[in-house]
Structure formats: structure tokens, C-alpha cells
């Protein structure tokens, strides 16, 4: 089970984006689909997907959030016109932030914001060993030249994990003056990495909840742990999630979740989403005994 797992929360399309991203990568396959009932959004779909073998999450809850520029789904590519093909598609109903061209730092690049709003960015490397799928974090607004501190931060909150490569802007170099990584390289434990970036104009748009990550707890001393070192903002604790000091947004589960919804009869789901939804942390112990009715 990969310990970290980007969450996408949708209006309704969910399963249909899903569906949509599979078709498009190799070694990507649609894992689960399950409904939730009884939410403050009614009863939602949720689909669990691999993407060149990263797992994926996704919800349909309405339209409460929005896809910002401040995270997007970097894909390296072993061509030109993998990035070609994959734009074409991807492309379809989106729009350009950077177009299809060659940049200094790759001969074919790409970001683009898709049909649903999620930001990716494509890109030619010749490089051996990287990644085909990372997460992006661009710190923006208020968060503009914290990069930094937030590479050290979550190096000490993810016990293992390391700070690869980084480049920083050269005076005078971004416009925005606070600006100071363009470019770093975060491993976590489990082989998962991330990139992270200053804007370097500044930006327009921060975290939120359309674009958080889940972390699998193998028990309740972890999500304790987790939620301990992560949790910034009271007032966003609500069934399982935080929001850390820059408003980055985190589920803090158990890795047994998904079995508390999957292969369980309509009354039993009901229950544990009730169960569910008047939490703050998530409390193991007390969903497996609304599970087994005890």
C-alpha cells in the first residue's frame, strides 16, 4: 500500500476523470468504486485509480473546491512525443497556463489545466530515474519564498525522508523578490517524491482542499503522531483531515479505511459514515465497533 496518496475531490465527476486519466498512461488501472451515503453532499462516489503506478483517490462532493495552479501532476517523459500525445489529450477542454514548446529547462514542456481544472505539467527528459509521476507544490501568495522552510519541514515530519536536488533563483532573477527555490526535489520513505517551487512572480492562487494528500496509518499511534505534527488550523479538522501551516490539506487515516466501505452492506457503510463524519481524528477502535454493530 503506498503510504501517501493524492485525494482529488470533484463535483461530480469523480469516476468519469478517473476513467479518463487511465486511458492515458500505461500500467494505470481503476482499482475500486464505492458510494458513500448520507454525506453533507449527499451520497458520493469515490474511486481509488493508479496512474503509471501511483495510486490515486478521488471524490465526487460537490462543487466546494477548486483545482488551483498551486498543485499540479508533474509527468516526465521519455520523448517528444509522449509529450505530444499526452497534451493532445489532456488538452481537450482545458486551457494553457505555459503552452506546448521548448523552455529552457526541457526541449517540450507543457502546463496546462484539464477539463476538470487539475493542473499538469509534461516534460522531455533525457535524465535516467525519474519519476513519471510527482506531485507538484507551488508556493504561492502568503507562501511565496517558504519552499524552503516547507522542504524542512516535512523532512522532519516524514521520519526518512530526504531533500534531493535543489535549485534556487539568483538575485534579481524572479520577479517576485521573496522567491528563492525555483526547483527542489523531496523524497519521502516509501519512494514517493514530491517537487516543490516558489513562484516566482508571486502567484495567484494557494492549497486547498480540491488537491490534499492521504496518509495511510498502519495504527492509531501513527494518526495520532501525524496529527499532532501536522494540524495548523483547528478550525479545518473535520473527519480525518488538517491543514498544516502553509494550508497544505492532509487525511490522516488508517491504511484499513477503504475496507470500512468496501464489501459491506448499504446499512453498515451508512453507519460508519455517520460514525465518520462527527469526527475530528479518527478514532480506529470506535469505526470497527459501528462496522461489527457492537
Known amino acids: 500500500m503506498q503510504k501517501i496518496v493524492p485525494h482529488l475531490w470533484y463535483d461530480k465527476e469523480a469516476v468519469e476523470a478517473a476513467k479518463w486519466y487511465v ?13 458513500l451515503y448520507d454525506t453533507p453532499s449527499g ?6 485509480f493508479s496512474l503509471a503506478g501511483m495510486e490515486f483517490q478521488a471524490i465526487s462532493a460537490g462543487s466546494y473546491f477548486e483545482f488551483t495552479p498551486a498543485i499540479s501532476i508533474m509527468v516526465s517523459c521519455s520523448s517528444e512525443s509522449e509529450v505530444n500525445k499526452l497534451y493532445a489529450e489532456l488538452s481537450k477542454g482545458g486551457s494553457d497556463l505555459m503552452p506546448l514548446g521548448e523552455y529552457p529547462f526541457s526541449k517540450r514542456y507543457a502546463w496546462l489545466s484539464d477539463r476538470y481544472g487539475l493542473n499538469w505539467q509534461l516534460y522531455f527528459t533525457e535524465a535516467e530515474n525519474v519519476p513519471k509521476i510527482r506531485p507538484c507544490l507551488l508556493f504561492s501568495l502568503d507562501n511565496c519564498g517558504k519552499a524552503d522552510e516547507g522542504l524542512l519541514f516535512y523532512q522532519e515530519v516524514f521520519h526518512g525522508s530526504e531533500i534531493g536536488f535543489v535549485s534556487r533563483y539568483e538575485t534579481g532573477q524572479a520577479p517576485d523578490d521573496r522567491a528563492i527555490i525555483n526547483y527542489a526535489e523531496f523524497l ?21 482542499e480540491a488537491f490534499s494528500f492521504m496518509i495511510n496509518c498502519s495504527d492509531q499511534s501513527e494518526i495520532d503522531y501525524y496529527w499532532k505534527m501536522l494540524s495548523d488550523v483547528p478550525e479545518a479538522e473535520q473527519c480525518g483531515w488538517v491543514k498544516d501551516k502553509f494550508g497544505l490539506s492532509w487525511q490522516i487515516v488508517p491504511e484499513t479505511m477503504a475496507a470500512f466501505y468496501k464489501d459491506v452492506d448499504e446499512e453498515t457503510s451508512r453507519r460508519v459514515t455517520q460514525t465518520f463524519l462527527k469526527m475530528k481524528k479518527i478514532v480506529i477502535s470506535d469505526l470497527e465497533a459501528v462496522r461489527d454493530n457492537r
Open 23 to 35: 486511458s492515458l498512461f500505461e500500467n494505470s488501472k481503476i482499482e475500486w468504486i464505492s458510494k
Open 43 to 48: 451520497d458520493v462516489d469515490t474511486v481509488a
Open 188 to 208: 519521502f520513505k516509501s519512494g514517493m517524491a514530491f517537487v516543490v517551487m516558489d513562484h516566482g512572480a508571486g502567484g495567484e492562487s494557494s492549497f486547498n
